[in-house]
């Protein structure tokens, strides 16, 4: 059950990441490739998610699950929110974290060998550089990106960024209760996918 929960989480977020993908080839709109870009690392963190849930963690899905989820998908999203209010020098920036992130996650080695049946936890099989050490300046830059562009101009689109901030927040909760196992966390990504989703479309 919490695989087929976590491959339908992946589902849906791959498919509001392709809507976005959409509106940006018929509108040429660089913010919101940056922002299908996040939600489709964040449906290929659910898949790893899935990978994991269904054969059982290894090195292969933790890498997997670690680079979309915990290294990408924050950082392309406050990307996609610096390019919607013209800050064009994001697009750059953001393409070399994504090349550096791909590197790391799939050379760093691993402290100890990842396996058993529960989401592996960062600390017990990376060290805190060069691996985690990224993720918390990628996460913690994009999040700051998009909430600060959010309540900066959340009086223009009032509706748009309460939806983009509710799904930061339940993106954030659910990470921090990962432990409670692959299908309470495919939830909150479902919703979170969701409410983000929305947020970047909704005009008001």
Do not use: C
């Amino acid at each position: 059950m919490e695989a087929l929960l976590a491959f339908g989480a992946a589902l849906l977020a791959l498919r509001l990441s392709g809507l976005l993908a959409a509106r940006w080839r018929s509108t040429g709109a660089p913010h919101l490739a940056a922002w299908s870009a996040g939600l489709g690392a964040y449906a290929l963190g659910a898949a790893a998610l899935a990978w994991g849930a269904a054969a059982g963690w290894d090195d292969r899905s933790f890498r997997a699950y670690y680079l979309f989820g915990g290294l990408l998908t924050a950082p392309l999203l406050g990307a996609g929110s610096l390019l919607g209010i013209g800050r064009r020098a994001a697009a750059p920036v953001v393409l070399v974290y994504t090349g550096l992130a791909l590197g790391i996650a799939i050379a760093v080695p691993l402290s100890t060998p990842v396996d058993g049946t529960t989401i592996p936890e960062a600390q017990a099989h990376l060290e805190l550089f060069p691996a985690r050490i990224l993720a918390i300046v990628g996460n913690v830059t994009g999040s700051i990106a998009l909430i600060g562009v959010a309540l900066l101009t959340i009086r223009k689109r009032l509706l748009g960024n309460s939806l983009l901030l509710a799904g930061v927040a339940v993106a954030a909760i659910g990470s921090a209760l990962a432990g409670l196992g692959a299908g309470e966390t495919s939830l909150f990504v479902a919703v979170a996918a969701a409410l983000i989703y929305l947020g970047s479309t909704v005009r008001s």
